[in-house]
């Protein structure tokens, strides 16, 4: 298991009219997230796509439990439970300080692929990456 921490400050054009985090702004919250860890990891998507690998999203899901509004302080914590095959699932639960509240949680799935758009394994690197990093997830 590998899992990163990235923290974010709401910011007042991530909120709707009700003063609350819109929902699809999440999903980007997710997204930052993810190439934080990945960048942690020696693995940047700019080196991924520079060896011809792309990983779209192919799935995605969020669960709302609370609102976060302008000025939150977030933590966006990012999981990979398990190493890849021909997907990759990466899990978010997102935390807002203060008072530590679980206030959404969600995943993402993503397909390794070529330039041409065909399906592919993970890369060596990739997988050599991730496993250089691994903890069990008893530890």
């Known amino acids: 298991m590998i899992s990163s921490d990235f923290t974010l400050r709401v910011i007042y054009a991530d909120t709707d009219m009700m003063g609350r985090v819109y929902y699809g702004r999440f999903f980007e919250y997710f997204e930052a997230a993810r190439s934080s860890m990945l960048r942690e990891l020696g693995l940047p998507y ?7 690998i792309f990983l779209p999203v192919i799935e995605s899901h969020c669960i709302y439990l609370s609102g976060a509004t302008f ?8 999981t990979i439970r398990d190493l890849p095959r021909a997907k ?3 899990d978010y639960e997102v935390i807002k300080q203060g008072r530590e509240l679980l206030i959404a949680e969600g995943y993402t799935v993503h397909s390794f692929v070529n330039s041409n758009g065909k399906a592919v394994k993970p890369p060596k690197v990739f997988l050599e990456t991730l ?7 008893h530890e």
């Open 71 to 78: 000025e939150d302080i977030l933590t966006i914590r990012t």
């Open 88 to 90: 990759i699932r990466i």
């Open 46 to 52: 700019t080196e991924i796509e520079r060896i011809g």
């Open 131 to 137: 496993k250089s990093h691994w903890k069990q997830s």
